[in-house]
């Protein structure tokens, strides 16, 4: 298992449930906009980020290479237990090919530890 450290700064944005979707939402290398009954959520570059929208910025993206096969289990369970062992806060997202897990940029260094102590390469260039 294989993970880069893409090199962005995100932010995790809180809106309205009916909120319109907006260019600034999918701005970046990585970007996910996930609406529910109760909020919409949106990850983007946190440079993109308008004044005034709810944002928890300063999360950087440990991309699993893939594409993972939807039949495999724990691929990320072995990922989180080591970072939740170590203290790392994550927020995680999955798309068709792959998943991501976010970290705070300060818990970086210990998540990257943690993974390879685990047994994952993790590619920081």
Known sequence: MTLDVLPNRLAVCRLAPGAPLADWMSTGAVSSITRTAHELSVVCDEGAVPEGVQAETGWRALALRGPIDFGLTGVLASLL?????????????????????????????????????????VDED
């Open 81 to 121: 237990v080591p970072l939740a062992d170590a203290k790392v806060s994550i927020f995680a997202l999955s798309t068709y090919d792959t998943d991501l897990v976010l970290v705070k940029e300060r818990q970086l260094a210990p998540a990257v530890r943690a993974i390879r102590a685990a047994g994952a390469v």
